[in-house]
């Protein structure tokens, strides 16, 4: 994957939306027009996953409609069963996502000692 080779570090898991190794979690297509975006997982206070719904951003395909929640690029959205919530320690904002197996990104969360979060 792109970041890999960048930060030195294999994934623990990636897929076309975003990236995790044991210190960052990168999502790609977070910044218009292809900007990428990394968190350390220092700076993670918690991640929730909620049902796919109208409420917790199921058609929000990029960006915000409250200026709180902040998704990258994912076409398939409309279509996946769940939606990802980090809050990121001392701020307001959140990043909302999507992943191409909720399965394997929960297992690679659980193996870094990472607890997901129900809303």
């Not at 001392?90 to 969360?109: M, P, S, Y």
Request: net charge positive; proline share 7%.
């Amino acid at each position: 994957m792109s970041g890999s080779w960048r930060s030195g570090q294999e994934p623990v898991y990636a897929d076309g939306l975003m990236e995790l190794t044991v210190s960052t979690i990168r999502f790609h297509r977070y910044y218009f027009p292809f900007g990428s975006k990394t968190v350390p997982l220092s700076q993670v206070e918690r991640i929730e996953v909620r049902p796919a719904r109208l409420g917790t951003g199921r058609w929000r395909v990029w960006g915000t409609s409250d200026f709180i929640t902040w998704f990258p690029l994912d076409w398939s959205r409309p279509w996946r069963k769940s939606i990802f919530m980090l809050h990121p320690k001392d701020k307001v904002c959140r990043i909302g996502f999507t992943v191409e197996n909720e399965d394997l990104f929960r297992q690679a969360l659980e193996g870094l000692g990472i607890t997901v979060w129900p809303a």
